[in-house]
């Protein structure tokens, strides 16, 4: 469960420094929180792990659009935004520490300007142009199948209350310190329990050795997959608007085969 504290806080720091205009306390606890976790899966090798700074040519555009069933032509590709979280690391001069989190974004818009109305979560319904996007990566070591499904496995409602009040209680610690403002900490605890709202993970089979795919109410339709193969794993992440999350599914099992290719 430790592994779903670790991600709520995160996420909760991160929603309030979004605007750039936090304190300099919660960007110092951004980095030693991104130093713990890479910490503790950190270090080891594998055949995927020197993909980790070049994570865009695990799978190409053309292979994705297949996939997709849309135009190459249509699919933007770059590395994401996470790569910003290696250089916030104190070992950022290392090449593969903490570029764990290195992802390859594919981000298609219909050509046709379609729209649809769209419910977000915390903001509503909005009118909203159809397209999807892709993310291949985070890629990491593990020691080994357990570890794996230690820290990938489904978890109950309870496990996730705890999680929740685990994470309160790190926000309000936190506050006390003087490593976050009160206000800040007010605005990540009201942000925790949406995180993990809806949070649902399974294991699925027929990819890698073991995979799990996560659902959540953030993430609506899409889906989350993490596969394990060999002491390493990574994740596909497909959200296609006006897919369900069973497409949604499927079309990352497809991409993931295509990744684990790589690696025979």
Not at 7 to 22: E, H, I, P, Q
Not at 35 to 61: A, H, M, R
Not at 65 to 71: D, E, S
Not at 171 to 192: F, H
Request: charged share 30%.
């Amino acid at each position: 469960m430790k592994n779903i504290l670790y991600v709520l806080f995160f996420l909760a720091l991160w929603a309030c420094n979004k605007d750039g205009k936090s304190s300099e306390n919660t960007q110092d606890g951004m980095t030693a929180l991104i130093d713990k976790v890479t910490e503790s899966n950190g270090g080891g090798e594998g055949c995927f792990v020197p993909y980790q700074p070049k994570v865009c040519e695990l799978i190409d555009v053309q292979t994705i659009a297949r996939i997709l069933g849309v135009q190459a032509s249509d699919i933007e590709e770059e590395g994401d935004a996470s790569l910003m979280l290696h250089k916030l690391g104190k070992n950022k001069d290392k090449p593969y520490k903490g570029s764990k989190y290195n992802s390859c974004e594919y981000k298609w818009t219909d050509p046709s300007g379609k729209t649809f109305n769209k419910k977000m979560p915390m903001i509503g319904d909005m009118e909203m142009r159809i397209g999807g996007f892709v993310t291949v990566g985070c890629i990491a070591a593990v020691k080994d199948i357990e570890q794996f499904k230690f820290y990938h496995r489904p978890v109950t409602q309870a496990e996730l209350d705890e999680a929740n009040k685990s994470a309160n209680k790190e926000m309000d610690k936190r506050a006390s310190e003087g490593k976050n403002t009160k206000s800040e900490a007010e605005i990540g605890k009201s942000i925790i329990p949406s995180l993990s709202e809806g949070m649902d993970i399974q294991y699925v089979e027929g990819v890698g050795e073991i995979a799990t795919r996560t659902y959540s109410t953030m993430s609506m339709d899409g889906v989350d997959l993490t596969v394990y193969q060999n002491k390493n794993h990574f994740s596909v992440n497909v959200t296609m608007d006006t897919k369900s999350k069973e497409e949604n599914l499927a079309m990352a099992k497809k991409i993931a085969l295509e990744v684990l290719k790589k690696c025979k």
